[in-house]
């Protein structure tokens, strides 16, 4: 999970046409608008639609540590992983700016911290150059969890079958 990887680019479905619709959700996100980001998804405006650079609402909200309109668009589905033209996730962005809280909340919602950009840069290299520890730490920690997880999974999986055969061997 923390291996760097290619990140996906953002909302294709709206990268040919950009609505008016669509440059007033991520200006709204931008600015911490969220009275006006719920509109615009109430009215049907897809919450990982893109402008034309490929930046989200989510980005624009990540980068700009809106942590409730972060919150409203993750629960509104916005992808987590949308990479603008830059390659740059929400997260890279949290993280390059400094938005510990963001950045936390991202990470819970799935946010992949091993996403290169294009320049092959993940999140943490953002952090590591600003000298956010902080970010850095949560980021690791964050890696960590989910290798822990993953391996205790495994073994459990693991350990199941072996019960079962031993279970089947003292039987006959």
Known sequence: MGQP???APASTANA???????LFLVDSARYGDVEDVQATLDSGVDASAA?????TALHMAAANGHENVVQLLLEKGANVNAANQEGNTPLHWAALNHHLQV???LLEA???PGALNKVDRTPVDEALDKGFDDVISVVNTNQ?????ASTSLEEVEQ???EGEEGMEEERT
């Open 110 to 112: 799935g946010a992949n």
């Open 103 to 105: 950045v936390k909340r």
């Open 5 to 7: 990887t290619e990140t």
């Open 144 to 148: 960590a969890s989910e290798q822990v």
């Open 159 to 161: 350990d199941g079958d």
């Open 51 to 55: 402008d034309s650079s490929g930046r």
């Open 16 to 22: 040919a046409v950009v609505t008016e619709e669509v």
